[in-house]
């Protein structure tokens, strides 16, 4: 496997070193492009795509369906937008209930509470499934996905 299949197709399989790799390569890759202001950005939106070439692969290597990554793609965001409800609920309703400034402080202070709580959940996610994928064993053998990755596959 070449690095252009390794990044642009999310076809075959790849075993956990050529996984790593990759993700290295594409952490590096979005640091340096986020150094760049505004075309850096709009750049890093191809490491996206990437990335979920690599972790398909990776994925129909284990013998599962590429589409499992869908999981923390969309648990994540999710939990970061009810990170910002938990905030700014209690804050909101707090000074619709005509409180003091004892009352509105504590809501808000209760509200980044929860949202801690939700970042962290997310985080929790994202990287437990980032694990879970990258030290799980190879399916051994062929599977419907092709043949068992070599160990040294990137060339």
């Known amino acids: 496997m070449d690095w252009k299949t390794l990044f642009f197709s999310p076809d075959g399989r790849i075993g956990r070193q050529s996984f790593w790799i990759g993700w290295l390569v594409l952490l590096g890759v ?13 750049l890093s939106l191809v490491t996206i795509y990437c990335n979920v070439c690599i ?27 009810g990170a910002i409800v938990a905030v700014a609920g209690p804050a909101i309703m707090a000074g619709v209930a005509d409180a003091n400034e004892a009352q509105v402080t504590a809501a808000i202070l209760a509200g980044v509470g929860g949202m801690m709580l939700f970042f962290l959940a997310a985080f929790a996610i994202g990287l437990g499934f980032l694990i879970w994928i990258g030290v799980s064993n190879t399916q051994p053998g062929e ?12 060339a």
């Not at 589409?67 to 937008?81: E, K, N, R």
């Not at 599977?143 to 990137?154: D, S």
């Open 30 to 42: 979005n640091v340096v492009l986020g150094w760049i202001p505004l075309i850096g950005w709009a």
């Open 55 to 81: 972790t398909a692969k990776r994925l129909h290597d284990m013998g599962k369906s590429g589409f499992l990554q869908i999981i923390p793609l969309v648990a994540c965001p999710t939990l970061i937008v």
């Open 143 to 154: 599977n419907r996905y092709g043949p068992e990755p070599t160990l040294n596959a990137i």
